[in-house]
């Protein structure tokens, strides 16, 4: 089983901002599969999907960005998921270009305050993410006012094919694995 989670905040004040685009693209790929995430387990929401052959948890963890860690560890061990080899974490990423996607196989949070809590509860670097570039074409005072702000009506225009194109690339990550995808989808 492969494991989906894209990180955000819940409920309805953070639904559109941009530090939500890891929850925009689960509900794209359950938009997709017509399967809904919605069942409430270990901390999250949870829905499953089938890519080709592979079945996919997909997570929605409901700790808020920063403690995400604490739903997914849990999530992990009662699937028997591997990280290093069956998970994949969707996050927003304010050093890209809006639109901009980025997968890796590994590697730091970079300052992602959700990433470090799944190093921290996961107790390893290792394992996949597709980083979404949100990054703003200007400087910004205060970036978490940025990250928390919602989608610019620019955005919003662009971000069914920005969700699409996330979504394509989680899919292709599933059935090909993470050096393929990367080709793929770095730009």
């Known amino acids: 089983m492969k494991c989906v989670v894209g990180l955000g905040n819940p409920g309805a004040p953070y639904a559109l901002t941009r530090h939500n685009i890891g929850f925009l693209v689960v509900d794209t790929l359950a938009e997709r599969a017509g399967k809904p995430v919605k069942l409430l387990e270990c901390e999250a929401l949870t829905g499953r999907m089938t890519v080709g052959p592979e079945s996919v948890l997909l997570v929605k963890p409901q700790t808020f960005m920063n403690a995400s860690g604490q739903a997914v560890a849990p999530l992990c061990a009662k699937y028997g998921v591997n990280p290093q080899q069956d998970l994949l974490a969707i996050v927003d990423d304010v050093a890209l270009p809006f639109g901009r996607l980025r997968l890796r196989g590994k ?58 194109r996330a979504a394509d690339a989680v899919e292709a990550w599933v059935q090909q694995g993470i050096e393929p995808a990367m080709a793929r989808f770095n730009a």
């Open 107 to 164: 590697g730091s949070a970079g300052g992602h305050n959700g990433l470090k809590s799944l190093a921290a509860k996961l107790k390893t670097e290792n394992y996949a993410r597709l980083r979404i570039g949100i990054g703003p074409e200007h400087p910004v005072r205060n970036l978490a006012d940025f990250v928390l702000g919602n989608f610019s009506a620019a955005e919003r225009a662009a971000l069914p094919e920005l969700t699409t």
